[in-house]
């Protein structure tokens, strides 16, 4: 199924809760709530639509290693951009699988990585993606743009709602 991206919100006023015992604030399956995974008589089945309101939860595929990259330090020692706190993390292989990447991003913090992200574009996608054939690479920018749209509205929409996040990588 491979490692894919998740993000909860949360309001301000149970932020203390949230850094004391994150996973608490996650779904026990992401994935169903992402994918609109419903049970009938027994059978699974997707219905491919988000199951969580969009302005609870935000799913980014697999597009977070190229949200990632966009937002990395340039270099070793580099300072990172604002939004790179979003999509920042690895998970830890094992010989059993990995174990996942989480993070809280405090309301606080939430208004410098909207506005950072607000200023991320396709051409900077395109420009910090590893290169790749032209096909390749487009077929790339065009899936990461889709998902970049997402994480800015869901973001833009935590700051006005004073809201921060829980996400993880897994």
């Given at each position: 199924m491979g490692i894919r991206y998740y993000a909860y919100a949360f309001d301000h006023d149970v932020t203390d809760l949230v850094l004391a015992d994150p996973r608490r604030f996650l779904s026990s399956d992401p994935l169903a709530d992402a994918w609109g995974l419903e049970c009938a008589d027994g059978v699974t089945i997707a219905t491919f639509k988000q199951s969580v309101p969009e302005c609870d939860m935000l799913y980014l595929d697999k597009a977070w290693r190229q949200l990632q990259a966009c937002t990395a330090p340039l270099a070793p020692g580099m300072e990172a951009r604002p939004a790179f706190r979003m999509f920042e993390g690895q998970v830890t292989m094992h010989y059993?699988?990995?174990?996942?990447?989480?993070?809280?991003?405090?309301?606080?913090?939430?208004?410098?990585?909207?506005?950072?992200?607000?200023?991320?574009?396709?051409?900077?996608?395109?420009?910090?993606?590893?290169?790749?054939?032209?096909a390749d690479q487009e077929s790339e920018v065009s899936y990461a743009v889709h998902y970049l749209q997402r994480a800015k509205s869901f973001v833009?929409?935590?700051?006005?709602?004073?809201?921060?996040?829980?996400?993880?990588?897994?």
């Open positions: 059993d699988g990995w174990d996942s990447w989480l993070r809280v991003l405090t309301p606080g913090e939430m208004a410098a990585v909207s506005q950072d992200l607000n200023r991320i574009s396709e051409n900077d996608l395109r420009q910090r993606l590893p290169a790749a054939p032209r833009s929409n935590l700051v006005t709602s004073r809201r921060g996040m829980v996400y993880l990588i897994g």
